[in-house]
């Protein structure tokens, strides 16, 4: 079984990482090829299966298009 990451701040960004990808209205398949990965790498990430790496935080907003320091900030808030 996958390791599920909980905690607020990884569901906070998770969902973020989320709502960005389809308000670019890229599918996952689609953003899979744009980071020269699998689509089942982008859905483990997007169910909270796999944590968010700093560096992958990156070129996932760059693929998106969306500023990572974004997406740090509002995580931070989270308590």
């Known amino acids: 079984m996958a390791r599920t990451f909980s905690s607020a701040r990884h569901e906070a960004l998770r969902k973020y990482i989320v709502e960005k990808r389809k308000k ?3 599918r996952q398949v689609d953003l899979a090829k744009l980071l020269k990965r699998n689509q089942s790498y982008v859905t483990n990430l997007e169910r ?3 944590a968010v790496e ?3 935080l990156i070129e996932w907003a760059e693929a998106i298009g969306f500023d990572p320091a974004d997406a740090v900030r509002r995580v931070a808030k989270v308590r």
């Open 24 to 26: 670019s209205l890229l």
């Open 48 to 50: 909270g299966q796999k």
């Open 54 to 56: 700093v560096v992958e």
